[in-house]
């Protein structure tokens, strides 16, 4: 479902101006995922797919950091800042794949399955993150699995798709949780294919959250920042993107001269591919939330501390793997 409005520029000037006063008087930072609307990347202090925004959050000197994002990003931000303010503009933005993994499920899956090293997709609730060994994003998960000794049993959760799709790459032991993101999971192969047949010269670019017949008809597989970096490497001039659409402001704005093209999902009024959830966030909520300091996360500390463990795990694994 789309539910980006468009506002006038005197309404956006207006929030624009006030959101970089209240920043600058509060010593404050906007950190944006990629799939925010252009308006919010652009008044972004930081633009960045989970990995990158969850080591920026780790690492800055703020005092409030207002997540321009989902729920659990804001979250990863919390448990990484304690001692930070964490502001998140709407508390609906959630994520229907972090919804898709309960605690109680959770916890009778890892009985079922004993012995195994739990690796989880940060798209997940704390409480999850906090019965996990290690956390990952789409941009590490791949290195993070193959870093562990060769024999080492894996959980992988909650995204089904982005863990067969390891399982297939590495070979791996790996048992998958059934989750799914609403927005990956609708790309409509067909579709797909029907514009591949008018661009025949695109490249199909596909995120790991995609179905398998969608990742089976892939030029290049990667995490958001992994397929905007391809854009620029790459020397075609045409894309069909199946990822959510708001990264190809970004896209866009490092190759002005290509051409992106939105991959279709199969139901969808508007014909667009955007997550609800993150397109929740607007200019007025940030502006609102920012003068306010309100809606703020707040988490339990002894689950902070437990959540803690796993990120700060992945965050070493990162650094030292060089992502
Ligand atoms: P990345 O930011 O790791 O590419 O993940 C995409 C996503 O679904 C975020 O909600
Ligand atoms: Fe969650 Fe999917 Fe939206 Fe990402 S795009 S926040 S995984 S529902």
Redo the contacts with the bound molecule.
């Keep these: 479902m789309c539910n980006t409005k468009v506002m006038n520029s005197s309404g956006l000037n207006f929030y624009i101006d006030e959101i970089a006063r209240l920043k600058r008087e509060k010593n404050a930072i906007i950190l944006a995922?990629?799939?925010q609307t252009a308006d919010i990347q652009d008044i972004a202090d930081f633009v960045g797919?989970?990995?990158a925004l969850s080591q920026k959050a780790a690492a800055n000197n703020a005092d409030i950091i207002l997540f321009a994002g989902?729920k659990f990003m804001a979250e990863t931000a919390k448990i990484l800042s304690p001692e930070k303010k964490v502001l998140l503009p709407d508390m609906l933005a959630g994520?229907s794949?972090a919804d898709s993994c309960t605690e109680d499920e959770f916890k009778k899956f890892k009985e079922d399955n004993p012995g195994r090293t739990v690796i989880t997709y940060v798209?997940s609730t704390t409480e999850i993150k906090a019965m996990s060994d290690i956390i990952c994003?789409?941009?590490n998960a791949a290195k993070i699995v193959e870093s562990l000794p060769a024999d080492e049993k894996i959980i992988f959760a909650p995204d089904r798709n982005l863990g067969n799709y390891i399982l297939n790459l590495t070979g791996r032991d790996i048992k998958v949780w059934n989750g799914t993101?609403h927005v990956?999971e609708e790309f409509s192969l067909e579709a797909i294919l029907t514009l591949k047949k008018e661009n025949q010269d695109a490249k199909i670019i596909v995120?790991p959250?995609c179905e398998f017949p969608v990742r089976m008809i892939a030029d290049f597989i990667g995490?958001?920042?992994a397929l905007l970096e391809y854009t620029k490497k790459d020397d075609s001039n045409v894309y069909i993107i199946a990822?959510?659409a708001g990264i190809i402001h970004q896209m866009k704005k490092a190759n002005p001269e290509k051409t992106f093209i939105a991959a279709p999902p199969r139901d969808s009024t508007c014909g667009c591919s955007e997550?609800n959830f993150?397109k929740l966030i607007t200019i007025e909520k940030i502006y609102k939330c920012l003068l306010n300091e309100d809606p703020q996360i707040f988490i339990n500390e002894g689950l902070m501390d437990q959540a803690r463990i796993p990120i700060k795990r992945m965050l070493d694994m990162s650094s030292k793997l060089n992502i």
């Design positions: 995922h990629y799939y797919d989970s990995l989902v994520c794949l798209n994003t789409s941009s993101c990956h995120h959250e995490s958001t920042a990822t959510e997550c993150m």
